[in-house]
């Protein structure tokens, strides 16, 4: 049973960057595929980017392409997304998810099986 804590998060201007980091303790971490979804205040919790066990193969949805990246540290036991380009609609609490198996292609909620508490990302205008 995997346990995740996200860090990191905070308040940046537009056009700022922060990375965040989640760390893994229990269950192998390089055997579970990644993800980061977000909430923002009043709407459902959408996912963000997932990312193979081996780090090789990543997913993004649409409004992060090109400006997030996520990545993970198999032998700190951690996975990271940096936030580049922050625009005040990536203004969300960050969940960090795993999955047991792949997380490539997986892009909803129920498909993760373990979730962090949520960091506070707020970007201002």
């Known amino acids: 049973q995997a346990q995740l804590v996200e860090s990191g998060g905070g308040l940046v201007q537009t056009g700022g960057s922060l990375r965040l980091s989640c760390a893994a303790s229990?269950?192998?971490?390089?055997?579970?595929?990644m993800a980061w979804f977000r909430q923002a205040p009043g709407k459902e919790r959408e996912f963000v980017a997932a990312?193979?066990?081996?780090?090789?193969?990543?997913d993004y949805a649409d409004p992060v392409k090109g400006r997030f990246a996520i990545s993970r540290d198999n032998t700190k036991n951690t996975v990271y997304l940096q936030m580049n380009s922050l625009k005040p609609e990536d203004t969300a609490v960050y969940y960090c998810?795993?999955?047991?198996?792949?997380?490539?292609?997986?892009?909803?909620?129920?498909?993760?099986?373990?979730w962090g508490q949520g960091t506070q990302v707020t970007v201002s205008s």
């Open positions: 990312l193979s066990r081996s780090g090789g193969r990543t």
């Open positions: 998810a795993a999955r047991r198996t792949a997380a490539v292609g997986y892009r909803q909620q129920y498909e993760y099986n373990y």
């Open positions: 229990g269950g192998t971490f390089s055997s579970y595929g």
